[in-house]
């Protein structure tokens, strides 16, 4: 099934700042909205936003998800050993009436 | 606590059938919606199947549509996923997600190998 599309990896300085990039179409992201994922190793996911730009509570400002067009984003700040992971966005598809994500970024913190 | 554990994965033979479990607690059931959603390392997340609170609206994803059956008892708080034919690729750990992917159990692996 078509997915979202995001870089296979990103790596980051301590303390940097990190976006993360999650591209879909008319169908999914740009129309329906974007959600975000981290995951650790051996981990389940973990919500970071839903809908574009909704924080869960007990999420950390320092993550930030915004969407532009057919692109959402996902901003983390002063990044810390513990970002690193996997992170994963995901979006209701309205054409092919299914749930899509991306195939997942993962992120070093060097 | 709020939480969703699954249970119910183990090793398949090709062809063969198992219901997955997850049970919830912590959180009045009856009112999310819920997911089942599989990952593999090469096909990562997959959405499988959505139950709304009241079971009346449910749907699939294409991979598993006709072979997977989705359900849940709210006066036991639990969902459940019926999976038939199985084959190899469906080779993943299964995960049960509220509504919004808000919360996540621990995931239950199912491998499918003769």
């Known amino acids: 099934q078509a997915g979202l599309t995001q870089p296979p990896s990103v790596s980051k300085g301590l303390r940097q700042t990190a976006t993360l990039t999650c591209t879909g179409d008319?169908?999914?992201?740009?129309?329906?909205?974007a959600g975000w994922l981290q995951q650790h190793q051996g981990r389940p996911p973990k919500l970071l936003s839903y809908r574009n730009t909704n924080r869960p509570s007990g999420i950390s400002e320092r993550f930030s998800a915004s969407r532009s067009g057919n692109t959402a984003s996902l901003t983390i700040t002063g990044l810390q050993p513990e970002d690193e992971a996997d992170y994963f966005c995901?979006?209701?598809?309205?054409?092919?009436?299914?749930?899509?994500f991306g195939g997942g970024t993962k992120l070093t913190v060097l | 606590e709020v939480q969703l554990v699954e249970s119910g994965g183990g090793l398949l033979q090709p062809g063969g059938s198992v219901r997955l479990a997850c049970a919830a607690s912590g959180f009045t059931f009856s009112s999310y919606a819920m997911k089942w959603v599989r990952q593999t390392p090469g096909r990562g997340l997959e959405w499988l199947a959505y139950i709304s609170g009241s079971s009346n609206i449910i749907n699939y994803g294409d991979s598993v549509k006709g072979r997977f059956t989705i359900s849940r008892d709210n006066a036991k708080n639990a969902l459940y996923l019926q999976m038939n034919s199985l084959t190899d690729e469906d080779t993943a750990v299964y995960y049960c997600?509220?509504?919004?992917?808000?919360?996540w159990g621990q995931g239950t692996l199912v491998t499918v190998s003769s």
């Open positions: 995901s979006a209701w598809d309205m054409r092919l009436s299914t749930w899509v």
């Open positions: 008319s169908n999914n992201v740009a129309n329906q909205g």
């Open positions: 997600a509220r509504d919004l992917f808000d919360l």
